[in-house]
């Protein structure tokens, strides 16, 4: 980073000095003028400022890193038992698309126990390379054993991208790789897009979903970022394979593990809102708890789950499971029907690849009618019963 340096010699006046900087980032400590953290590096000390009293010092350039050594863009194979997420395929459908502007292959890693066979269900989606890692020690996610197989699949195959699901195993293995790898890491992108020169543009939504951040780390490879699952779109599965599986060893030392797996239970099956077609959301226009029970009757009748904003799950209306948003799920069903959802940003993020997306809110300048493509502008305690009755009628008849 660059830094400034005050020379004290050349300061005819301190308080002249002082008076420059706009940010009241400059102040005398033991008769020294110094620079604080309010600094904004804008430079007006050194241009306005007594002649050499400022200096503007920029660090020397790291050497560039060869990025004609790093190929490819790979994807991390998110799987239990041999059974891969789709958030796998997802990822696989936008490597696709980046490494069609740079030339290159689409690689897959997969690591676990008897998966060999398996491995061949990823050949019918477009990769061009799957690498597989299967051993004994790999038979359920520990973070050091696979931590060391993602570590030596990066340097022997140096892939230029890594696209990582933003899974519960994804989240913590993600992080760990890019510290092992002395890389940069941008979690739960919502845009990717690939330069001619490898260089990959990582866009997400900060400060509360206010701002897009756009992220890059060109001096660094590889560039590795993850995505959460419904963000992307998936390619359609080929009945004909293509690509090639190439089996993978590794030293059996590096793949100790300081944890101990005593024993696995299995939980209780459930269904995900992120896998319903048919969501049915309460926002703050939802008056009472009970009140819930109108849009789960809704919610049977069409096939459907309730779902929720993040001001209903914070009062324990809802568990946070069933929240959408940036700081919840990320949902892509074919039908939505929002009840009294204003549409905050940080809501319309986790939900505006939706089908098709139904509004009814009693605000005609609500900020969810910019996204719904059929807008409602009514009371929902009186459209809703409607609507239920409606869909009875045409169901009895």
Partial sequence: MAKLIVHQECIPDKNELIKICPFGAMEVQDGAVVINAACKMCRLCVKKGPKGAVEYVEDKKKPEIDKSAWKGIAVYADHVDGNIHPVTYELIGKAKEMAAVTKQEVYVLFM???????????????????????????????????????????????????????????????????????????????????????????????FGGNIMAHIKTPNHRPQIATVRYKIMNAPKRSEKETGEIISCDIDRKKLTSH????????????????????????????????????????????????????????SGWLEAKY????SGRTVRPKLIITCGVSGAI????????????????????????????????????EILPKLIAKIKEKRGA
């Fill in 259 to 314: 944890v101990e797996v005593l024993d696995i239970l299995p939980k209780e099956k459930e269904t995900f809102i992120e896998n319903s077609d048919v969501l049915i959301v309460a926002g703050r226009g939802v008056k009472k708890e009970e009140d819930l029970k109108l849009l789960k009757e809704l919610a049977d009748l069409l096939g459907g789950q309730v779902a929720c904003t993040r001001p209903m799950a914070e």
């Fill in 323 to 326: 929240q959408i948003g940036l």
């Fill in 112 to 206: 676990g126990k008897n998966i060999q066979e398996k491995s061949r269900e990823i050949l019918h989606y477009g990769a061009d390379k799957v690498f597989v890692y299967d051993k004994e020690e790999l038979a359920r996610f520990q973070i050091e054993p696979y931590t060391a197989v993602f570590e030596d699949f990066i340097k022997t195959v140096k892939p230029s991208s890594i696209l990582v699901g933003a899974t519960t195993v994804g989240r913590q293995l993600a992080p760990r790789v890019a510290a092992r790898m002395k890389t940069g890491l941008t979690a739960d992108c919502t845009i990717l897009q690939m330069n001619e020169n490898t260089d990959l543009s990582q866009i997400r939504p900060a």
């Fill in 346 to 381: 940080q809501f319309v993020a986790g939900m505006n690849h939706s089908d098709t997306i139904f509004a009814i809110n009693n605000d005609p300048k609500a900020p969810i009618f910019k996204s719904a493509h059929y807008c409602l502008i009514g009371n929902l305690y």
